[in-house]
């Protein structure tokens, strides 16, 4: 079992920046694939990005947003800079075991975290 906690969520203007940090509880945290995926009120969730060796992204956040772990630490970590009012959304931490390649399908992810909300104002 793991728990996963996200923190660093809050409220920026357009173009600015937010650092959102997932910590996961266990020893194995190395064994696992961690993803980012976001749910924007009345839309279905989505993939945002995630992280086995390399970070995979969704188009939409490529070249804005980036992922980075830290196995020492049992952190995940997701850049965002470059923001616009459509990342507006509550962003997830999600975990999943590792299988040979980085699943973009939530549904694929064992945990999960509570969610962080991020506001991005025009």
């Known amino acids: 079992q793991v728990q996963l906690v996200e923190s660093g969520g809050g409220l920026v203007q357009a173009g600015g920046s937010l650092r959102l940090s997932c910590v996961a509880s266990?020893?194995?945290?190395?064994?696992?694939?961690m993803g980012w995926f976001r749910q924007a009120p009345g839309k279905e969730r989505e993939f945002v990005a995630a992280i086995s060796w390399s970070g995979v992204y969704a188009d939409s956040v490529k070249g804005r947003f980036t992922i980075s772990r830290d196995n020492s630490k049992n952190t995940v970590s997701l850049q965002m800079n470059s923001l616009k009012p459509e990342d507006t959304a509550v962003y997830y931490c999600?975990?999943?075991?590792?299988?040979?390649?980085?699943?973009?399908?939530?549904?694929?992810?064992?945990?999960w975290g509570q969610g962080t909300q991020v506001t991005v104002s025009s």
């Open positions: 999600a975990a999943r075991y590792n299988s040979g390649y980085v699943s973009t399908d939530g549904d694929e992810y064992q945990f």
């Open positions: 266990g020893r194995t945290f190395s064994w696992y694939t």
